[in-house]
């Protein structure tokens, strides 16, 4: 629900989220993170991407989870947590 | 750190850097039933499908409701017995393969309790063999979580009783000539009351198939299937962690959908099945038990 725009047409005070449905917010702990490459590969809005100097994911387009909970339940060192945001 | 003194009277450094910081724990559900004073990360190779186990694990606890101090953890020896040390709750962690014995006399001294029993497929069915048949006779109030992943891991790469024909192991150089155990029909056959497969790619359907198990008083099974990518996928060139969690989701048809198929492709078919075998209902052996130590009470003078 970062974003919000204006529709054309409609009285500007008006304005709708950029995307529907529910939103997601990512916390990574690198520490535990073991660069097994599970949670970008799978990841269906491609939140995260490798950081190939870290092998750590990095979290590039935090504006397109949707909440899914795929990372946080299949990381196998239990370093993601994704919440739900209102 | 509320056990300082421990650490202090055996002599032993508490690393602080392996500590997450304090609100870490916080962020979800599933952390808070981990061991705040263990050291993490896990020792499993990097994108093992046992810490998605026990994260489902945890998960259908949390689900269930129940009290930590209500459930006991129960291990053998290996890869997947390594589970029960990252969790808050009661935990045994007990000699290899007998896993299964030490919480039948659990179960029978705390009749309370949820007893879990964690097991990899070399421990239950090989080493413990004995006990997983015997169990599910008896019908102990105990629930059997066998995490396959093929192969003795821990210990090199040996082939295991689940092994698939012709898959290479390092006691198998030239393709293992043994046909694997079904541990499901297995367990059917023995007289379990609860039976479910899944993978560690379905690890939601595997949260609902443990939260069921768990609640199940009779004696149940939950067999997880997984992957072992640093020996058994490196001497059959399987390919990385990835790789092999996605011919999990492939190589995999759910047991609704492979009903709905014709009689004559269901015969072919090779892919894993997942779904719930068995739920049924027998009298429980601590139940049998308690009511025994009443007729024979009464009946004397």
Redesign the interface.
């Known amino acids: 629900m970062a974003e919000v725009i204006a529709i054309p047409g409609q009285p500007q005070n008006v304005v709708l989220p950029a995307k529907k449905g529910p939103r997601g917010e990512v916390f990574i702990y690198a520490t535990w993170c073991k660069g097994c490459h599970i949670c970008v590969e799978f990841c269906p809005p491609k939140v995260l991407a490798m950081d190939a100097d870290e092998n750590r994911p990095r979290i590039v387009a935090p504006e397109k989870c949707t909440a899914c909970h795929f990372c946080d339940t299949h990381c196998p060192d239990l370093a993601i947590v994704v919440r739900k945001l209102e | 750190m509320n056990d300082a003194h421990i650490y202090e009277a055996h002599d032993l450094k508490h690393d602080e850097g392996?500590l997450?910081p304090e609100n870490?724990f916080d962020?979800?559900e599933?952390?808070q039933k981990?061991r705040k004073n263990k050291k993490?990360?896990?020792i499993?190779?990097?994108?093992?499908?046992?810490?998605?186990v026990?994260?489902?694990l945890i998960?259908a606890i949390d689900h269930l409701g129940l009290d930590n101090d209500k459930v006991a953890l129960v291990a053998g020896i290996g890869c997947t017995a390594r589970m029960a040390v990252y969790m808050d709750f009661n935990t045994l962690h007990t000699t290899h393969g007998r896993a299964l014995a030490f919480a039948t006399g659990l179960k029978i001294a705390r009749p309370d309790m949820k007893v879990i029993a964690i097991m990899g497929d070399g421990d239950a069915l090989a080493i413990g063999g004995n006990h997983f048949i015997h169990t599910a006779r008896r019908n102990m109030g105990i629930t059997a979580l066998v995490v396959n992943n093929t192969i003795y891991g821990m210990t090199g790469g040996q082939y295991s009783p689940t092994t698939p024909l012709g898959g290479r192991a390092t006691t198998a150089p030239y393709g293992n000539i043994e046909p694997p155990f079904p541990i499901c029909d297995l367990a059917i056959a023995a007289g379990a009351t609860y039976v479910a497969r899944s993978t560690?790619?379905h690890?939601?359907e595997l949260d609902k198939f443990l939260a069921e198990a768990i609640s199940k008083d009779g004696f149940s099974v939950v067999e997880a299937v997984s992957y072992c990518h640093t020996t058994f996928g490196r001497l059959n060139k399987l390919g990385?962690?990835?790789d092999m969690?996605?011919s999990l989701k492939d190589n995999s048809i759910a047991k609704s959908a492979l009903d709905r198929l014709p009689p004559e492709e269901q015969a072919v078919n090779t892919k894993i099945v997942r779904g719930k075998f068995i739920d049924t209902d027998r009298p429980q052996y601590t139940q049998v038990y308690a009511n025994l130590i009443t007729r024979v009470q009464g009946g004397e003078k």
Request: with cysteine; net charge positive; charged share 10%.
């Open positions: 392996q997450p870490w962020r979800s599933t952390l981990l993490f990360p896990t499993w190779c990097s994108g093992c499908g046992i810490g998605i026990m994260g489902a998960r560690v790619y690890a939601l990385t962690a990835t969690m996605r």
